[in-house]
């Protein structure tokens, strides 16, 4: 919104000039599809916008800054995954459909930002700690939620109360980060996108419920 984006300068960046930064980040998004973004140059992102290197530069320190900016839009909108647990119930027919939309709309997200999620993960794995307090925001949104359906389920003693909720969860949350960012390699081993997510489901279920699914 007007009056709510600065340039590097510290300056209120008028409408125009909210477009154009946005135009560079959208360019810098499609330009990490292809190219490790440690390869992307200003010049090029700049030129990809139709604009020149010192436009980049009112809004921008560098690439890694833009890079940075992505990565924190993505991960408000990872902290919308919180709505496919919060308040569901896992019971009867409802917990398979709780885990089907889990399994669904991680999937989803990850595909829609693969990415800038690469990126993410491999700044968070290099031990930078800016992008690996990103990726635990995304990760921490929907184990925070599962969380708290573990302990509901345990106060209704409908699981194991010596069960760890907050173990539980990560690791559920771990294994849906690692799938959801290997979904083309499954391809490799002969597994369809619509078999990957059934069984991906299963997993979730008896995971948290410790039961075979009531389909």
């Not at 302990?151 to 849906?176: C, F, R, T």
């Amino acid at each position: 919104m007007t009056g709510q984006v600065r340039t590097v300068d510290g300056r209120v960046a008028g409408r125009r000039g909210q477009a154009t930064r946005q135009k560079l980040l959208d360019c810098l998004g499609e330009m990490l599809s292809s190219s490790p973004y440690r390869d992307v140059k200003v010049i090029d992102v700049a030129r990809r916008a139709g604009t020149s290197p010192a436009t980049f530069y009112q809004y921008f320190p560098d690439v890694e800054g833009a890079v940075l900016e992505i990565a924190e839009e993505t991960a408000k909108e990872g902290a919308g995954l919180t709505e496919l647990v919060a308040g569901r119930s896992w019971a009867g027919k409802s917990g398979w459909q709780a885990a089907e939309d889990l399994v669904d709309g991680f999937l989803g997200f990850w595909r829609k930002n693969d990415a800038i999620l690469r990126v993410i993960d491999l700044g968070a794995a290099e031990g930078d700690k800016r992008f690996y307090r990103i990726r635990m925001r995304i990760l921490s949104a929907v184990t925070n939620s599962l969380t708290d359906s573990v302990k509901e389920l345990q106060s209704k003693g409908k699981i194991d109360k010596d069960i760890n909720p907050a173990a539980v969860s990560g690791a559920i949350v771990a294994m849906l980060a690692a799938v959801a960012s290997h979904q083309k390699g499954f391809q490799t081993w002969g597994v369809k996108q619509a078999e990957l997510k059934p069984n991906l489901a299963l997993l979730v279920h008896l995971g948290i419920t410790g039961k075979k699914p009531t389909r």
